[in-house]
């Protein structure tokens, strides 16, 4: 019997995708594992790597690219394992991955999800990343959260190549909602109001830098679609704290804002203007906030970069 299955999903990696492979099947455990490859409908040949391991890999071929949520989710319905270790077309696991997490799963069976830390290619220190995320654990301990809804909602997000979960608990949450643009944090909720989390603080994951020049600038289609994934968490979690309702709205409008700070630099007057008039009565937008904006837009850009500085204090003088 398959205790993980390793689930990959693919979109043209047919350069990457062997070191991805490699790294599982170099992983020493006493479980029984197989991997799963979901194949996005490639056109390089990503399938053909993948099946050039032979019956050390299932190829799961797909003729249309529908993005990575669905190919996971084909990937979690076709897996045979009771634990599902997923890991992305770019990254590799680092030794000792499999063997860990089962093993906490294993000794633990209230806990339905474990993630670790990573190390990432641009540097990121590994023993910072769960303190950058609202979590002080020590390097190389766990610590196990029976209450995770707050902490997703605060700032912890699983890195989805250092995480493994019940195949069981994947499947009541509903899995991936492939309408979404942050399915991941969506999922992540969903699955915190079903079971409890533990996490590691020792590098199980190595994450790949992106390839594909400077990051993707904000735009008003992807707040449309970040905004869309949060409404729907509010929407569906009755039980949330009032706190933690005000911290959904205060990351939309955050976002928002870094939209509106990004077109004043780009010295995209006309476009911040526009962008301002569509937020209006849009909920958890400070209408204070929105006039401020309105009127930055229309001075000179050192003049705009001294009233973002500007804050009152409580005796009314400015100070920056």
Known sequence: MIEISVVIPAFNRAHLIGEAIESVLSQETDSSFEIVVSDDGSTDGTADVARSYGDR??????????????????GIRAAHGELIALLDSDDTMLPGRLRVQADYLRRHPAVGLVSSAVVHERGEPPEHYFRLR???????????????????????????????????????????????FNPDLELLVRMARLTQFACCNLPLGWIRAPRDGEPVPPSERGLARARQAWCKILRDTPELEPEDRLAIQAKISGSYLNYFAYLYFRREGRALREAISDCEGERGLDPTILRKWRLISRIPLGLGQALLAWKPTASGAATT
């Open 134 to 180: 609202g979590l002080e654990i020590p390097r190389g301990e766990w610590r196990r959260l029976e209450r995770p809804l707050p902490h997703v909602i605060r700032g912890f997000i699983a890195n989805s190549s250092a995480t493994t979960a019940r195949r069981s608990i994947l499947i009541q949450a509903g899995l991936y909602d492939e309408t979404l």
């Open 57 to 74: 890999v299932r190829v799961l071929p797909s003729r249309e690219n529908h993005g990575g949520a669905a190919a996971r989710n084909i």
